[in-house]
């Protein structure tokens, strides 16, 4: 809309006659070029912004369960009442490093701060969560915080650029990924040959080298490539 007023501006100001046809001809030709270079921006940000958005998706999916102690005592607290018709069957818990016995004391107003906390730690608000954290008497164990540190510090550095902390973190727990490993590393892949392109000036040596990191994913993700 802002070039059309343009145009019509120049239009006004410039009345178009035979003396000052050259004048029309180099506006529209101005116009048309701002237009193209317009899209070619717009694309260009869609291109980098969605696999952005899909990687930070992938990883938030990628994390265990057991990232939240709450998830956690509820499995269990479940699985000990669907077994007490089994009086001869033992409860068996599930086991984790973030696990605490203590959880299964807390009443139920502890556990309803402890779920506020955590959906403010996944919303982005940590200083927030905190605050709350140290209000009610919770440790930094209680709701995990660590974790939560570490999901947020990885997807804020993958959204500057920054691809070397994903890669580190996808190569330590590429046995616990299985088969979302490969989309990931497609993914950063993918990421690091749009941000490659995107550099002044271009390096064409650096944009081969990124793009042949995409060869290897061409089987499974041609309609991406």
């Given at each position: ?39 070619d ?26 990232l ?109 990924l ?18 490659t ?6 390096d ?22």
């Amino acid at each position: 809309m802002l070039v059309d007023r343009g145009e019509n501006l120049a239009v006004t100001i410039f009345p178009c006659t035979d003396s000052d046809t050259d004048i029309k001809q180099h506006t529209s030709l101005f116009v048309s070029t701002v237009k193209s270079k317009l899209s070619d921006y717009i694309k260009a940000h869609r291109d980098i912004h969605l696999p952005i958005s899909k990687f930070g998706k992938l990883v938030d999916k990628s994390f265990v369960d057991e990232l939240s102690h709450l998830t956690t005592y509820f499995t269990n607290h479940e699985k000990k009442e669907s077994k007490t018709t089994k009086s001869i069957i033992k409860p068996v818990l599930k086991t984790s490093s973030l696990y605490k016995d203590s959880l299964s004391s807390k009443s139920p107003d502890d556990l309803l701060r402890l779920v506020i906390i955590e959906h403010l730690l996944r919303e982005g608000h940590e200083s927030l969560a905190v605050d709350l954290m140290h209000n009610f008497g919770f440790t930094q164990e209680d709701i995990g915080l660590e974790k939560f540190k570490e999901l947020s510090d990885l997807v804020s550095s993958t959204q500057r650029g920054e691809l070397d902390p994903a890669r580190k973190w996808l190569s330590n727990n590429r046995e616990e990924l299985g088969d979302k490993a490969k989309q990931l590393e497609y993914c950063l892949a993918k990421l690091d040959f749009l941000s490659t392109i995107q550099k002044e000036p271009v390096d064409p040596a650096a944009v081969i080298q990124s793009a042949r990191q995409l060869v290897p994913f061409a089987s499974d993700y041609s309609s991406g490539i």
